[in-house]
T-cell receptor
Framework: KQEVTQIPAALSVPEGENLVLNCSFT??????LQWFRQDPGKGLTSLLL???SQREQTSGRLNASLDKSSGRSTLYIAASQPGDSATYLC???????????WGAGTKLIIKP | DAEITQSPRHKITETGRQVTLACHQT?????MFWYRQDLGHGLRLIHYSYGVQDTNKGEVSDGYSVSRSNTEDLPLTLESAASSQTSVYFC?????????FGPGTRLTVT
């Protein structure tokens, strides 16, 4: 059974720092991995989607990497800003059925 | 702009009542999903649909039902609401793998 883990559950860093969020999964046979952002009381916003054949994806200050063999993905946030404060979730698609298997998320706080 | 909407945004109901949560998307996506989000459990899949007249059970489908009569809508019905169904409910849609989420419905069952 595929399990997705995100450690740490919470992270607080000063503004301007570069940071890395971690996501691990137990079964390397995945179709893709997605990173989402969730603001308090709101829905989820897709940040990056990495296909299983890709090693990384970039969007602005965000860079997500994927290492299927080790069952790991990282989300790198450069030059963090208070507006980056949110909960970040990763999810994997196990096969062609489009269903996501979710991590519990990392709550990120960027201190001004 | 295309979007996905949910209504109501907040709902309080009593144990035993039937409740329907609406989900409407204008992306013209074939795939639609319902999740619930609870502290300590993360997001869990309730039901999903790959197209009109297609519905499938997810991880936590007991006590819930869905129907898909058109592309745009996938209403979620709680047949007889229970306190254990107090949660935040999210609807999502996708054409392929990237899912787009609605703003959520906070449901309280008293």
């Amino acid at each position: 059974k595929q399990e997705v883990t995100q450690i740490p559950a919470a992270l607080s860093v000063p503004e301007g720092e570069n940071l890395v969020l971690n996501c691990s999964f137990t079964d390397s046979a995945i179709y893709n991995l997605q990173w989402f952002r969730q603001d308090p009381g709101k829905g989820l916003t897709s940040l990056l989607l990495i296909q299983s054949s890709q090693r990384e994806q970039t969007s602005g200050r965000l860079n997500a990497s994927l290492d299927k063999s080790s069952g790991r993905s990282t989300l790198y946030i450069a030059a963090s800003q208070p507006g980056d404060s949110a909960t970040y979730l990763c999810a994997v698609v196990r096969d062609s059925n489009y269903q996501l298997i979710w991590g519990a998320g990392t709550k990120l706080i960027i201190k001004p | 702009d295309a979007e996905i909407t949910q209504s109501p945004r907040h709902k309080i109901t009593e144990t035993g009542r039937q409740v329907t949560l609406a989900c409407h998307q204008t992306w013209n996506h074939n795939n639609m999903f319902w999740y619930r989000q609870d502290l300590g459990h993360g997001l869990r899949l309730i039901h999903y649909s790959y197209g009109v007249q297609d519905t499938n059970k997810g991880e936590v489908s007991d006590g819930y039902s869905v129907s898909r009569s058109n592309t745009e809508d996938l209403p979620l019905t709680l047949e007889s609401a229970a306190s254990s169904q107090t949660s935040v409910y999210f609807c999502a849609s996708s054409e392929m793998y990237e899912q787009y989420f609605g703003p959520g419905t906070r449901l309280t069952v008293t």
